[in-house]
């Protein structure tokens, strides 16, 4: 079942109409940037050395002096050699304690990263301020999107949170379509966790949130086509370009529609080829030529318009839904989005609660 989907609310964004504060061009200068000791460099001298670049220096040039320094926090002698746990207290503990402890405790950069994250926002937003560009995931006011891609294709990547094309339509699908952002507070479950969803998803005040992958970066580690949760407990769910991973995604598909409450809702997004037919082989193992095959070095599959019938196959009821915006030419453009791609919207019936507004 195909459809256009219109927001059932109007909205108070003025950002689709280009109104807004547009904040002075950024004017590229040199960026002097403290000399730290060649022998250790800790999140401690990376936040005191950019606390000074942010004092000193404004717009775009921060970013240049900030980089660097994050590439010194990156090298293997940031971390400290001993690995003893390091006493907190009982009484709680302020952020650079805790990232003390991290850097004692767990050799993983991300956790650092991610501490660190919310400064470095900042700095990227004031690089890259403008209006012709504007990120709904960040609400990020932006001259443009980043390239991204093995050919580099300009404007595709919010450079202030990271988000794609398909992350930026599932965010306004999400807000615009669906009930996961009104009361009652739903238990949401988010498969292979793209950062810039994760955190805007985890601070809504309506979402019990739980992510879970293969990697450690997830709050569970758990296989697709064995999930450790018991039947009828998420009232969302969603995955994106997870499934073309899975050898057996038949199984990973029921097993989406076991964990969900009736009423329950699922967005499984995959790339299509526009073939009537799905193409899988499971001879070939090689990356390169999985490459070859299927795009990708870990595909295994590439999805043709028949990936809905698989949906159906495991109990979905599937809407193939598309946004009004992806038909308002400007609105692609300034939001970045794709206005060819669907949302694969399945519904586990019978309901008990609509899953629209």
Not at 6 to 14: E, G, N, R, W
Not at 91 to 111: C, N, Q, W
Not at 204 to 218: C, G, M, W
Request: glycine share 6%.
């Amino acid at each position: 079942m195909a459809g256009c989907r219109v927001p059932l609310f109007k909205s108070s964004h003025s950002w689709l109409r280009g109104e807004g504060p547009i904040g002075e061009q950024a004017v590229s200068r040199e960026v002097s940037v403290p000399t730290v000791k060649s022998h250790r460099y800790t999140l401690e001298c990376f936040l005191r050395d950019m606390q000074q670049v942010m004092d000193t220096e404004t717009d775009r040039a921060i970013a240049d002096g900030i980089e660097p320094l994050l590439d010194r926090l990156m090298e293997p002698s940031g971390f400290p050699e001993d690995t003893d746990s390091e006493n907190l207290g009982g009484g709680g503990f302020s952020d650079m304690e805790y990232v003390r402890h991290i850097l004692k405790t767990e050799r993983s950069r991300a956790p650092i990263v991610a501490r660190i994250e919310p400064l470095l926002k900042t700095i990227r937003k004031r690089r890259y301020i403008g209006n012709s560009r504007f990120c709904p995931v960040c609400e990020s006011r932006l001259r443009e999107f980043a390239p991204f891609g093995d050919k580099l294709n300009p404007n595709r990547r919010c450079p202030v949170c990271g988000s794609l094309e398909r992350h930026r339509l599932v965010w306004l699908f999400m807000h615009q379509t669906t009930n996961l952002f009104i009361p009652p507070r739903k238990k949401f479950l988010h498969i292979a966790p793209e950062p810039c969803l994760a955190s805007m998803l985890q601070e809504s005040e309506n979402i019990e949130y739980v992510s879970t992958d293969l990697t450690r970066y997830a709050m569970i580690q758990a296989d697709l086509t064995q999930l450790c949760f018991p039947n009828e407990l998420f009232d969302a769910v969603y995955a994106s370009h997870v499934l073309e991973h899975v050898p057996d995604d038949r199984a990973a598909m029921r097993e989406i529609y076991r964990t969900l409450k009736p009423g329950g809702w699922a967005i499984l997004q995959v790339p299509t080829s526009g073939e009537k037919v799905t193409y899988e082989d499971a001879t070939i193992v090689d990356p390169d030529k999985r490459n070859q095959a299927f795009g990708e070095r870990d595909h295994v599959r590439v999805y043709g318009e028949d990936y809905f019938d698989r949906l159906t196959d495991a109990g979905f009821a599937v809407h193939k839904e598309k946004l009004l915006l992806q038909t308002v030419r400007p609105a692609v453009q300034r939001l970045g989005l794709d206005p060819g791609e669907e949302i694969s919207f399945c519904i586990r019936t019978p309901y008990k609660t609509s899953a629209l507004h």
